[in-house]
DNA sequence: GTTGGTTATGATAGCGCTATCCAATCATCG
DNA sequence: CGATGATTGGATAGCGCTATCATAACCAAC
């Protein structure tokens, strides 16, 4: 079939055939690979492919396939280096296997997230990650009738069909919560910020975990909605250490927080550990280098993207991964903030 | 025109236009005002479109105009809280807008800029917002023979047609150096990592101001090719200290290896600023948090992506922006580790 | 040989949308 | 009042690619 051109100059498919003295479908199945051609013919179309400097137009492939390349990864904020190490270990697994990660941010926010869902799932993606399940029943509704693939990140569950990597939070909560413990603290404070679901059910740990010790007590509890950040954490330290003077720990939910917290502490003339210990979470870049250097619980974001990256690959490719929920280690690393 | 389908139940425009009782292309141009459509149509059209919860698909637009609406955004690294707020201010002016940022993380790496541009080039973007100058000749061809809109962010040129938004990088590493000179150092050591060219221009200020005052040592300014980090922060302090005894203040290129630094000085009980002054830049979250509090340089990223932003909307409506390159000020922050 | 089952290649027909031209309507003006 | 131009709606023809079905070629088995 001829067909007159409105176009831009720009080097399509028929070109290539043409160079290759084959057909245009034959051209796209020697270079994608959809059926079985030739190998003579496939040397020759991807020859005349790479002297002409081809490159496929996304937008007819999505259009004529019904599927693009994309991949959106839909994380809460950029500014939580976590998410940054998560994002990394995707992008390294999925674009050398030609899928183009997408990163969206919904800044802890379930309608911003189904907005993103809505606009991303128009491009007729590949697949999805997500971050955990609380996201609104709208959203729940496009994941699955989009019949897109989906793998969602940090955190776990049995349901059946749900494809998930991630770690137990609130296991790891506990965990911390029972090394303070275990140092003979018997005044130890929770802080928290950016209440997601992970923060909650880490809290969770750390409180059943003092109320087994016999040591619970909510006052010290401080669960603020406020952004996570440095500053947040100096304050709420100060805030705690003023109002509940026999605290002598602190676990801090998120390592930025306990580095503020340990700043804090150094501007108020708190020694650490000796007066109060400072525990952080996540182990995010620079926590070894605190002074005292903060003990916390280093989480597997990059092992997590690696694995939910390559879950949706297979998941792509039409196989079923087994297991569906992978449930990584954490690991406690105490320093002297302890 | 009658089509037969081998459609997936999708709502398609045709099926707007057939609701509304118009034509396809009379739907098409009430939803996106390509022209002119009667008021009453207009109302018409999007409201059928509501009631049938129409979704365009932009890999169509995309083929049928040979545009999108995505805006390829390629910085150099997530891990630098910078372009992490640079995305965040430029994602805001852009969303509303529109259009789509694509987050594309270069890795400091021109080969790797070179590869992301061909692949989001193919995607036919409405407009492209880039880090920088310092890119392969292919890459800037790229950009060039696509003629897509392209906004340059955090450097500016003179060089007519070019529009970017950025501020003098030499002129803000000047100012800190000619800051510490006032405070009466007068051994005053530099210390970079990640040799981006931006980096470099800092350091040229560093060492143009030391010239003009008579006190630039050599052997005092410490440019590593490394991953910028606490880590290597504190790392360098140590060696300065070690090699050169006679250090009394410290710039660091970056807010991060300046807390390493601060940190690092506290490790080898060294008072801050009474032994050794420590500077950072970039005013990055915490460092106002910091024992004793950070001198750095506070850098408009938030204000380059909005006016970037803007800039490239303008470009992509058709209009010539003036000034097509805008300097914006940055500011010294004075604190207690200076 | 003919049948039947595999490949390997090609022709055709869209994917869902917009560019472009054309026709119809209406206001403006010498 | 017809000519001119501006405005609004529609018909047609693709954008660049792949799904689908048909066709041709080949080999084994009766």
Chains 1, 2 share one sequence.
Not at 54 to 73: E, G, K, M
Not at 265 to 285: K, M, Q
């Amino acid at each position: 079939m001829v067909r007159k051109s409105r176009s831009t100059g720009r080097i399509t498919l028929d070109d290539v055939a043409k160079a290759a003295g084959v057909s245009r479908i034959t051209a796209s199945r020697a270079l994608h690979g959809g059926r079985a051609v030739g190998a003579e013919l496939v040397a020759r179309v991807q020859q005349a492919a790479a002297q002409l400097g081809y490159i496929p137009d996304p937008a007819a492939r999505a259009l004529a396939s019904a599927r693009s390349t994309q991949v959106p990864v839909l994380v809460p904020m950029l500014s939580n280096a976590l998410f940054v190490d998560l994002l990394e270990a995707v992008h390294r697994m999925l674009y050398p296997a030609g899928f183009q990660p997408m990163i969206g941010v919904t800044h802890y926010d379930p309608a911003e997230e189904e907005l993103l869902l809505r606009n991303f799932l128009a491009h007729r993606p590949a697949g999805l990650l997500v971050t955990g399940f609380d996201r609104t029943e709208a959203a729940r509704q496009l994941i699955a009738n989009s019949g897109v693939p989906c793998v969602y990140l940090m955190e776990t569950t049995d349901a059946p069909g749900v494809h998930c990597v991630g770690f137990s939070q609130t296991a790891a909560g506990s965990v911390m919560t029972q090394h303070l413990l275990d140092r003979g603290y018997r005044h130890i404070a929770f802080v928290a910020a950016q209440l997601d679901p992970r923060t909650l059910q880490r809290a969770e740990g750390y409180r059943a975990t003092l109320k087994a010790a016999g040591c619970y007590d909510a006052r010290l509890e401080l669960l603020s909605p406020e952004r996570s950040s440095m500053a947040l954490g100096g304050r709420l330290l100060e805030e705690l250490v003023r109002t509940h003077p026999e605290v002598d720990a602190v676990f801090f939910n998120n390592d930025d927080l306990a580095h503020g917290g340990l700043l804090g502490a150094h501007r108020l003339g708190l020694a650490v550990p000796s007066r109060v210990a400072i525990a952080g979470f996540n182990d995010l870049a620079g926590s070894d280098q605190m002074v005292p250097a903060l003990s916390t619980v280093h989480t597997p974001r990059v092992e997590i993207g690696e694995q939910g990256a390559r879950m949706l690959l297979q998941l792509i490719g039409g196989q079923t991964p087994t297991p569906s929920s992978i449930e990584l280690d954490y690991q406690l690393v105490v320093r002297a903030s302890t």
